[in-house]
């Protein structure tokens, strides 16, 4: 067994040295890119914040803001620490917020929950309606997820509550299934193949319209489509479910879209759903969230909360297409 050098070992900080106010420091100077706006960000005087400053550079060895005309830049290194400094900032807020039990009535806490358009029409309202009920004082952060997200889940549910995306996506965190869905192709209202019915050949020969298309960034459906060997002739290429419906009216293309949305959509809309020519699975919607969040009573409540949303805003009658079958929530 070989030895290890102790320069090749990973350095160790002695938390107990370190001011945790250098921190907050630190993300107003990377998010401000000027001593001035951050130290009247953090209502400090500009000698204060520039000497959080020069502690800061010698801890990391690294000037991290770097003077170039009249404008800072970010170095590498700060850009690194960027995002890992708000997810630390993060974990310390629910540190010190922590309680032994919570009450929905008296909190005024901020739920964060990454989403896409499409999730928000289905469950959007009925989350914020069930919220403004039962937690009157709390608030709602719905922000859109996007690949890059999705991609550095881990990371990014340390400083978030949920993550709403169906399954194929994220593995290795905690999750609850919330609805099934199933998947429709949409065609202009007056496009031929309405009379007749798709053929594998019109959707190797119509143009599409591809959401989220990209090397790893792709609706389980297309992935599905594309495994049969259906190679889509992709014309429009857009990262937003409900602006689908009007690339699609009026021309020759042919989209994805689940079907509960398309039955939110209004009359008149000028596209038709039209069963796929291949079997495209169901989409099973999921909310993920970090593990070490588990335990946490607020968190607790939040997931519920979404079960229950869901529960309300797919039952018979909630104008849905889809028999929903067993779809009892479990926990991972």
Not at 32 to 58: E, F, H, K, N
Not at 129 to 145: C, D, F, K, V, Y
Not at 150 to 159: C, F, G, R, T
Not at 164 to 181: E, I, K, N, Q, T
């Amino acid at each position: 067994m070989g030895v290890i050098d102790s320069a090749d070992t990973v350095p160790t900080v002695n938390l107990a040295s370190l001011d945790l106010n250098l921190l907050v420091s630190l993300d107003a100077l990377l998010t401000q890119r000027s001593v001035t706006r951050a130290a009247a960000q953090m209502g400090l005087s500009q000698p204060a914040l520039s000497a959080s400053l020069a502690r800061l550079r010698r801890h990391f060895g690294d000037e991290l803001l770097t003077r170039v005309g009249n404008d800072y830049r970010l170095t590498p290194l700060a850009v690194q620490l960027r995002e890992l400094v708000r997810v630390a900032l993060s974990g310390v807020e629910r540190v010190f917020t922590a309680q032994p039990g919570f009450d929905p009535a008296s909190s005024t806490r901020e739920f964060s929950v990454l989403v896409s358009d499409y999730v928000v029409v289905v469950l959007g309202d009925t989350i914020a309606g069930l919220l403004a009920e039962e937690a009157p004082r709390t608030r709602l952060r719905l922000t859109p997820h996007s690949p890059a997200v999705v991609d550095s889940a881990h990371q990014v549910l340390l400083a978030t509550d949920l993550l709403l995306l169906p399954h194929g996506f994220v593995a290795d965190l905690s999750h609850r299934d919330l609805y099934r869905d199933e998947w429709v192709c949409v065609v202009a209202a007056d496009n031929p193949v309405v009379d007749r019915g798709l053929t594998v050949e019109d959707l190797e020969e119509l143009p599409w319209v591809a959401t989220y298309h990209g090397q790893t960034a792709s609706t389980p459906a297309a992935r599905q489509m594309r495994q049969l060997g259906i190679e889509p002739r992709v014309q429009v290429v857009n990262e937003s479910f409900l602006t689908v419906p009007a690339l699609v009216a009026g021309s020759d293309r042919v989209a994805l879209l689940q079907r509960r949305l398309v039955d939110l959509l209004p009359l008149g809309s000028g596209i038709r759903a039209l069963p796929p020519p291949f079997e495209a699975g169901p989409l099973v919607e999921a909310m993920w969230w970090h593990p070490v969040f588990d335990d946490d009573p607020e968190h607790r409540y939040l997931r519920d909360l979404v079960s229950r949303a869901a529960e309300l805003a797919v039952s018979p009658g909630a104008r849905t297409g889809i028999d929903l079958g067993d779809t009892a929530p479990r926990e991972k």
